[in-house]
């Protein structure tokens, strides 16, 4: 069964060597480009790049409490003896005496029964699958941030271009008022309303060029700079309904392959292994050790003496009270673990909320463009017909206005839902635990590079 929407993200190997990629790739202004730059310079993805790797050397560290621990120890001590001896004939004789000390020891020991050691050992490795988790999770995360900053840059520019063609509109309306009065056929009413409407149109058209500055400010957060020169959405992008068309399925996948969710069950474990660990704290411990020293101590009464000691044997320990604390540490990890428990609960609800939505969203946004796509047709015929009427002295000049208005309403509708149809299939996709390259891909497919005439 072909799956198309429900393919596997690349795994962290992929995602590392596009970092390094975008490390020499220029800022060209394609949604890619700009993509890869965020991969690679955003701060919040970089501290969960960092956070992962970090968690990589825990193992190592459980691991290393099993192996042998070797140490050397050594000491040279410089020692001052005053010496006082009570005599009948001479009295109290004191005598000073300075020597040096020289130790030097080779020491080792080897776990055989720490049941602590080896419940961290295995803890470990659920700590680096839960940081591997969060770090897809952020993965995910930066491509929705991106791509969602990229969308609303986008709906900025359209909102100020449909602006600025509206006041065109509305301006040549005004003058064709002034003309129709000065003719002696229009009314002082039509030019008041379609001055009032410009002025309108004029303050709308600031807020949308503010609007539009403070949003490239804020992909420039996400991907740094990113200059003034935006792909578009393309106007025929090929609208698909979710594959598979079962919400069923798309929850199955969610539920196995969601990195919140496998972020949540590894922090489970985590917090599984920290009980038996504090419990383990009551049982005793076994090492075997072994020792070789070398002793040189002169002293003031003999010559100087050179001692070597060897040792082997094995150890044990058994805790027998800490005056608590252990017991109160076993009482706190399992509390935090029904805690890990309904924290998971928590995130596969949401998930399956997120899931169920972001599928709806999918197949509303298509229907939506294309009710939007028709209506735009409609509603520029509707202003044709306006203006035919208006030259024919069958309709006012509002009516033309209100027809202009309802145009680039439906314009402005019809950017929104493409925007939004685009972001709730890449949500869908993250809800899955599928958005990846290949997502980022898609989307390049759909734009469309600007039409160089038409920059400033």
């Known amino acids: 069964m072909n799956l198309p929407w429900l393919k596997q993200p690349p795994g962290k190997k992929l995602v590392a060597a596009l970092a390094v990629i975008c490390a020499g790739v220029a800022n060209a202004g394609s949604f890619q480009d700009m993509y890869l730059a965020a991969l690679h310079g955003d701060p919040v993805f970089a501290a969960a790049r960092a956070e992962r790797e970090a968690a990589d050397s825990l193992v190592t560290q459980a691991r290393g409490q099993l192996l042998p621990q070797v140490a050397v120890n050594g000491a040279r001590i410089k020692n001052s003896l005053d010496n006082q001896v009570q005599t009948t004939l001479y009295g109290t004789v004191r005598r000073n005496y300075d020597f040096v000390s020289h130790s030097a020891s080779l020491n080792l020991s080897q776990a055989l029964f720490r049941p602590q050691a080896w419940l961290a050992y295995n803890q470990s490795k659920s700590q680096v699958l839960q940081a591997e988790g969060i770090y897809r999770q952020a993965a995910q995360d930066l491509t929705l941030r991106f791509s969602q900053a990229y969308f609303e840059v986008l709906l900025a520019e359209d909102n100020l271009a449909l602006s600025k063609e509206q006041k065109l509109a509305i301006e040549e309306q005004l003058k064709q008022a002034k003309r129709y009065f000065e003719a002696g056929v229009g009314t002082i009413t039509?030019?008041?309303?379609?001055?009032?409407?410009?002025?309108?149109?004029?303050?709308?058209?600031?807020?949308?060029?503010?609007?539009?500055?403070?949003?490239?400010?804020?992909?420039?957060?996400?991907?740094?700079?990113?200059?003034?020169?935006?792909?578009?959405?393309?106007?025929?992008?090929?609208?698909?309904?979710?594959?598979?068309?079962?919400?069923?399925?798309?929850?199955?996948?969610?539920?196995?392959?969601?990195?919140?969710?496998?972020?949540?069950?590894?922090?489970?474990?985590?917090?599984?292994?920290?009980?038996?660990?504090?419990?383990?704290?009551?049982?005793?411990?076994?090492?075997?050790?072994?020792?070789?020293?070398?002793?040189?101590?002169?002293?003031?009464?003999?010559?100087?003496?050179?001692?070597?000691?060897?040792?082997?044997?094995?150890?044990?320990?058994?805790?027998?009270?800490?005056?608590?604390?252990?017991?109160?540490?076993?009482?706190?990890?399992?509390?935090?673990?029904?805690?890990?428990?309904?924290?998971?609960?928590?995130?596969?609800?949401?998930?399956?909320?997120?899931?169920?939505?972001?599928?709806?969203?999918?197949?509303?946004?298509?229907?939506?463009?294309?009710?939007?796509?028709?209506?735009?047709?409609?509603?520029?015929?509707?202003?044709?017909?306006?203006?035919?009427?208006?030259?024919?002295?069958?309709?006012?000049?509002?009516?033309?206005?209100?027809?202009?208005?309802?145009?680039?309403s439906a314009k402005r509708d019809l950017a929104l839902e493409r925007y939004r149809y685009v972001s709730s299939r890449l949500r869908l996709r993250a809800a899955a635990g599928m958005l990846g390259d290949e997502d980022i891909a898609l989307v390049q497919n759909w734009l469309i590079s600007p039409d160089p005439a038409k920059q400033d």
């Open 190 to 408: 039509d030019i008041n309303e379609a001055q009032a409407r410009y002025d309108t149109i004029q303050a709308q058209e600031l807020a949308a060029d503010n609007n539009l500055e403070l949003k490239i400010r804020s992909l420039e957060q996400i991907a740094g700079d990113v200059g003034r020169k935006f792909q578009r959405i393309s106007s025929g992008m090929e609208l698909e309904l979710p594959q598979p068309s079962d919400v069923n399925a798309w929850l199955e996948f969610s539920l196995a392959n969601n990195p919140s969710i496998k972020a949540r069950e590894a922090a489970l474990a985590v917090a599984e292994s920290e009980v038996h660990k504090n419990f383990a704290a009551h049982l005793p411990t076994v090492d075997l050790v072994a020792s070789r020293g070398r002793n040189e101590n002169p002293g003031y009464t003999t010559l100087d003496t050179v001692n070597w000691t060897n040792t082997l044997g094995v150890q044990f320990s058994i805790p027998l009270f800490a005056g608590g604390t252990t017991q109160g540490r076993v009482n706190q990890s399992a509390s935090l673990r029904e805690k890990a428990r309904y924290d998971l609960e928590a995130t596969r609800r949401a998930v399956i909320q997120s899931t169920r939505q972001e599928y709806l969203n999918v197949i509303n946004g298509v229907a939506q463009i294309k009710a939007l796509r028709q209506a735009v047709k409609s509603n520029e015929l509707a202003l044709y017909s306006a203006r035919k009427g208006l030259e024919a002295g069958l309709r006012t000049s509002f009516d033309v206005l209100n027809a202009q208005q309802l145009v680039f």
